[in-house]
């Protein structure tokens, strides 16, 4: 089993930034990733960024590339969001998501879809006011 725990969530003004961490636990799969989404109230929830065991590979949605990274430190076995400049736009619950399948098999499209991610966390609520 493996269990993810975010943080780092809260209220900050439009162009503030925020730092979202994922501490997980439990068995580790080197050759999945780990991904960050999030669902805005009335909406599906999107996919926002991901990276690969080895920190080498990350992708993002085309909405936060240049404001968002995605970092981890397996040491710490934790992964990070680092948002800046931030846009009310930005507002939902993030998840953090963690991949059992061989990122070497999947395509961009694929390791960007939630049902390739088999644990989730909790959620951690992010509101950016104007």
């Known amino acids: 089993q493996v269990q993810l725990v975010e943080s780092g969530g809260g209220l900050v003004q439009a162009g503030g930034s925020l730092r979202l961490s994922c501490a997980t636990s439990?068995?580790?799969?080197?050759?999945?990733?780990m991904a960050w989404f999030r669902q805005a109230p009335g909406k599906e929830r999107e996919f926002v960024a991901a990276?690969?065991?080895?920190?080498?590979?990350?992708y993002y949605v085309d909405s936060v590339k240049g404001r968002f990274t995605i970092s981890r430190d397996n040491a710490k076995n934790t992964v990070y969001l680092q948002m800046n400049s931030l846009f009310p736009e930005d507002t939902a619950v993030y998840y953090c998501?963690?991949?059992?399948?061989?990122?070497?098999?999947?395509?961009?499209?694929?390791?960007?879809?939630?049902?390739?991610?088999?644990?989730w966390g909790q959620g951690t609520q992010v509101t950016v006011s104007s």
């Open positions: 998501a963690a991949s059992t399948a061989d990122w070497r098999l999947l395509s961009r499209v694929e390791l960007k879809a939630a049902h390739k991610y088999d644990y």
């Open positions: 439990g068995r580790t799969f080197r050759s999945g990733g």
């Open positions: 990276i690969s065991w080895s920190g080498e590979r990350t």
